[in-house]
């Protein structure tokens, strides 16, 4: 009897018979599925789509025009800019400080971009910077979001749990700066964000590791109870100097437990649209699959080994085997430790690597989510057992933001 995962790769194979390796598709069945659970989680609060997780224009306009998606949260000022001009979204919270002058200048010569774009902020560094490109009397006033860094910090200080991110960490720095901002010409103080990456980020149920996933849990409770107090402070302190559009906060992995503190006004999510491998470590809710890749089989180089060309399309962070793409498709097959993904072969061993012949396609999925359209043109959707679209990557469209 077939199973699930021989159904999925047959359903695949027929939509893209016509293609020629190497690939890539959306499931959109999947997509839309996980659209929907992302909502389902947040209680009521909108999500924010984070751009960086997505990649593709059509894609994020189709989930922003679904029920409880508002908004774009981009990584950089001109990926922002262009979102806004290009007609996708009107809300655009630039997630990073910036320090791009040439998009500074762009962005305080329209009225429009001015009140689309929010800057991230988390020191009066960046503030003078955007002075030192365009004098506050010269441009509209600037929509600026405050970074308040949301890692747990123990003993002192000497044990730091979570991302260095903004050096924004207590509701006293948070009401100072936004004291700063507040009082600045030049600037309008609209929100405050606070990514909890060691909550959202990191799988809880890592795959044969139960001792580090029980450590795992027990740090991001303490560090839960944590943020919600200084959250809900840095938060109050904030709105003594300006009535703040909205709260951000989580990623992915912590939607619903973001969603659940009162401080909140809504939660950003992106991967899980794509479903990729890091997600399978996450208890509380895992993505349906719906972004893969495909290689073709080019060589058998011996008994129970298989070889596709490409393949080593690997993601960002620690350089660890959690972030090399997973051959998916058909199941039974494995990475050899010696050789890994490759930049133009990969050998593949397991039980189904006997049963690949020249020609045949292996289906990967990427270990991140919007990293995958940084290796192709072009995102091919599909419906049932049939393409019904292909649209343009970033990538498709000429453009390379980091």
Not at 49 to 57: D, F, G, L, N, Y
Not at 241 to 260: K, M, P, Q
Request: aromatic content about 6%; glycine content about 12%; proline content about 6%.
């Amino acid at each position: 009897m077939a199973t699930d995962s021989d159904k999925l790769r047959d359903r695949l194979d027929r939509a893209t018979a016509h293609l020629d390796p190497p690939y890539a598709v959306v499931d959109l069945a999947a997509f839309d599925a996980n659209a929907a659970a992302l909502v389902g989680r947040t209680g009521g609060k909108p999500v924010r789509i984070a751009s960086k997780s997505v990649r593709s224009r059509d894609l994020l306009t189709r989930a922003l025009h679904r029920p409880g998606w508002r908004g774009v949260m981009a990584f950089t000022l001109p990926e922002a800019i262009w979102l806004v001009r290009t007609g996708v979204a009107d809300d655009v919270l630039v997630a990073y400080p910036t320090a791009d002058r040439g998009a500074l200048a762009e962005l305080t010569a329209d009225p429009v971009l001015a009140d689309a774009v929010t800057l991230m902020v988390d020191g009066t560094e960046q503030l003078d910077l955007v002075d030192a490109v365009c004098a506050p009397g010269r441009r509209p006033a600037l929509r600026v979001c405050v970074d308040l860094d949301a890692s747990w910090r123990l003993a002192g200080g000497r044990v730091h749990v979570g991302v260095r991110r903004s050096p924004v960490h207590s509701a006293r720095a948070a009401g100072a700066l936004a004291a700063t901002v507040a009082g600045r010409p030049g600037f309008r103080l609209v929100g405050l964000m606070a990514y909890e990456a060691q909550i959202a980020g990191l799988g809880d149920a890592p795959p044969g590791q139960a001792v580090l996933g029980t450590a795992i849990r027990i740090a991001q409770r303490g560090s839960y109870r944590e943020l919600l107090a200084r959250r809900g402070a840095a938060v109050a302190a904030v709105r003594e100097h300006a009535d703040l559009e909205f709260v951000n906060g989580g990623g992915t992995g912590s939607v619903a437990a973001t969603s659940a503190d009162p401080a909140v006004t809504e939660v950003t999510a992106g991967s899980g649209l794509y479903g990729p491998t890091l997600f399978d470590a996450y208890r509380a809710w895992r993505p349906t699959p719906a972004a893969f890749f495909a290689c073709a089989v080019v060589r058998r180089p011996g008994p129970g080994l298989a070889t596709v060309l490409g393949g080593g399309w690997i993601a960002s962070g620690p350089a660890a085997d959690s972030r090399l793409p997973r051959p998916w498709l058909p199941t039974g097959l494995k990475l050899l430790g010696a050789e890994g993904a490759g930049e133009v072969q990969t050998p593949l061993t397991g039980a189904a690597a006997a049963t690949l012949r020249v020609g045949d396609r292996v289906w990967f999925r990427h270990a991140k989510a919007g990293e995958l359209c940084e290796h192709v043109n072009e995102l091919h959707l599909v419906d049932g057992d049939v393409v019904v679209a292909t649209v343009p990557t970033y990538r498709g469209e000429g453009r390379a933001f980091l």
